[in-house]
């Protein structure tokens, strides 16, 4: 296992690495977490601690330390909870969480489509068609802004580039 970790971070790898093990051994943990592992778990382990774990680990990974992030009269939590817009809770399909997530993690930075349909999609033998992504952002803006005060669709399309999670006033910041 420590070849494998050390191999993989010298290799530029940036991605979380979480090793499951069957026993506890504090210096072998230690030793793990010191050459690159970011988290080492013990098993058996229970469905909700590992999902909170590799949310956590993600969240900072984006530079997210909290639970949430608010942008403008929007908060999006990193934990599965649909997002609440003006006090009232939106709820999601499972993909529009995905996606919405995906920009939540990435708010005020603008994202490609194409990083958005990797990041929902991967590697899926059933990929759909890339237009999808138009599509889920489409239901979003129109859910964000029928339930927004402001009428904010908090989700902007920066041409030729991507599309941005952002507020008004980083908007009117920008247009000024």
């Known amino acids: 296992m420590r070849r494998q970790i050390?191999?993989?971070r010298a290799a530029g790898c940036?991605?979380?690495?979480?090793v499951i093990r069957d026993f506890?051994?504090?210096?072998?943990?230690?030793?793990?977490?010191?050459i690159g592992a970011d988290d080492v778990i013990v098993s058996p382990i229970k469905g909700?601690?590992?999902?909170?774990r590799t949310n956590s680990i993600i969240r900072r990974l984006y530079g997210h330390a909290g639970e949430s992030v608010i942008v403008g009269e929007l908060t999006a939590y990193f934990d599965g909870r649909d997002p609440i817009v003006s006090g009232s809770q939106i709820k999601l399909s499972k993909r529009?969480?995905?996606?919405?997530?995906h920009l939540a993690l990435n708010s005020n930075r603008v994202i490609s489509k194409d990083a958005i349909y990797d990041a929902i999609y991967g590697t899926s033998v059933d990929q759909p068609f890339?237009?999808?992504i138009d599509v889920y952002i489409c239901k979003?803006?129109?859910?964000f802004a029928t339930a927004s005060e402001s009428g904010w669709q908090y989700i902007e399309t920066v041409h030729g580039r991507g599309?941005?999670?952002?507020?008004?006033q980083s908007h009117s910041q920008i247009a000024s």
Request: hydrophobic residues 35%; without cysteine; aromatic residues 6%.
């Open 130 to 132: 890339d237009k999808v």
């Open 24 to 34: 506890r051994n504090a210096q072998d943990t230690s030793e793990l977490l010191n």
């Open 140 to 143: 979003l803006r129109k859910k």
């Open 96 to 101: 529009e969480y995905s996606v919405f997530q």
């Open 48 to 52: 909700t601690e590992l999902l909170s």
């Open 14 to 18: 940036v991605n979380p690495i979480i």
């Open 6 to 8: 050390q191999v993989a």
């Open 163 to 168: 599309y941005k999670l952002s507020s008004p």
